[in-house]
């Protein structure tokens, strides 16, 4: 790792070699997005139970070797590369978007663009050298402004925001003229910001996120909010808190999962608690069973807490295809969560069916693709 970050302070070209543009993706049964924009490749906050890096060490090595990164997942969240701005590029990729059948995108995708997948689309670079920092921040405020005055002129595609930095109030005013086609979330997972900060090490603070949600309500726009991913130290007790404080936001959605196992991120847990003397929960986590009633039982008690504090009407969780396995639904059902296989799947099969709410759905009802076309323009 101490290469890596060597190797990045001699890297001459802190820009990721691809320009940025819209394309479709993958996310089922979250009700995320059809399309979404990834500003940059890397992210400064480092979570430790992010999937990203373990990707990025397979799809993108060569690349990233090139750049100075050597150990893409171990040296997650100190490396950020942006992307490259190409106006041409960027209106070609937003048309083809613009122009997708809705028979061919994700049924709860409500034809939004989401921001980010893999990245976050406000943060400070961490480069050593002041000049690369600047150039950084410079290139993030490009390629988020001018993408989304583009999403926003040149087509009638939606919007839906998820960050976990208080950055993203500095463009309170661009979103605002997207009205009711923009949606803007935060990620909290828990009020607790000792216990968020041991796999978050270098996101936001809990309150500051929150005081970035209210600021976001009271400029009039359309807030949800992602509990997620929640710890194994958290209970229904610490749903219900979290809840209460969520429910005065008015929330549009809000989304629920646990911490899913996905490539190394065990790996980048137990690097990070272990030195620290903490337990990070290899129990669960390195046990399919184990992490399988964790999973379960973090979903229902969210979902009971929901129901107490009066949101139900909004929730939507997301529990991991990996909980359809047998060997997961045996553990949970032994677990008393459920009574057997059938009501487990039903139920599972229940929470990816709902749809996430979009405030002004109603406007789009029976568009058909011909209402799509001639918004982009000559590109």
């Not at 090595?61 to 942006?82: C, D, I």
């Not at 002129?153 to 925001?161: A, C, G, H, Y």
Request: net charge neutral; with cysteine; proline share 6%.
């Amino acid at each position: 790792m101490k290469r890596d970050l060597l190797s990045l302070i001699y890297n001459p070209d802190p820009f990721w070699p691809h320009p940025l543009t819209v394309e479709p993706t993958g996310f089922k049964n979250k009700a995320l997005g059809a399309f979404h924009v990834n500003l940059a490749i890397g992210c400064s906050h480092g979570c430790r139970f992010c999937y990203v890096p373990s990707v990025s060490a397979i799809k993108q090595a060569k690349k990233l070797r090139k750049l100075g990164v050597t150990q893409p997942m171990f040296g997650w969240g100190s490396y950020l590369f942006p992307r490259l701005w190409n106006e041409h590029a960027f209106r070609l990729s937003l048309r083809k978007a613009m122009e997708t059948p809705d028979s061919k995108l994700l049924p709860d995708g409500n034809r939004a663009v989401f921001y980010c997948s893999t990245t976050d689309a406000f943060q400070v670079s961490r480069h050593w050298n002041p000049k690369v920092k600047q150039l950084h921040q410079g290139q993030m405020d490009l390629l988020f402004r001018r993408s989304l005055e583009l999403i926003r002129d040149e087509s009638d595609l939606r919007v839906r925001i998820l960050t976990r930095s208080p950055l993203s109030a500095n463009y309170f005013d661009l979103m605002k003229t997207l009205g009711d086609r923009l949606l803007f979330g935060m990620s909290i997972p828990s009020l607790d910001d000792e216990v968020v900060r041991l796999y978050e090490p270098h996101a936001p603070g809990v309150q500051k996120r929150l005081e970035c949600l209210q600021k976001a309500k009271q400029e009039g726009l359309h807030v949800y909010v992602a509990v997620a991913p929640t710890f194994p130290e958290q209970g229904i007790g610490d749903f219900r808190k979290i809840l209460t404080v969520i429910n005065s936001l008015d929330p549009v959605t809000v989304f629920h999962e646990p911490v899913n196992v996905r490539g190394g991120n065990v790996d980048l847990m137990e690097g990070e608690f272990r030195p620290k003397g903490i337990d990070f929960h290899g129990d669960i986590f390195r046990s399919p069973k184990n992490w399988a009633v964790y999973a379960a039982r973090a979903l229902k008690e969210f979902e009971l807490a929901a129901h107490e504090v009066g949101l139900a009407e909004v929730l939507k969780l997301w529990p991991d295809t990996a909980l359809l396995t047998e060997e997961s639904m045996d553990a949970v059902v032994e677990s008393g969560l459920f009574a057997d296989h059938l009501e487990m799947a039903n139920w599972i099969t229940r929470q990816w069916e709902i749809p996430s709410a979009w405030p002004d759905v109603a406007d789009l009802v029976g568009q058909t693709n011909d209402s799509h076309e001639g918004r982009c323009g000559d590109v």
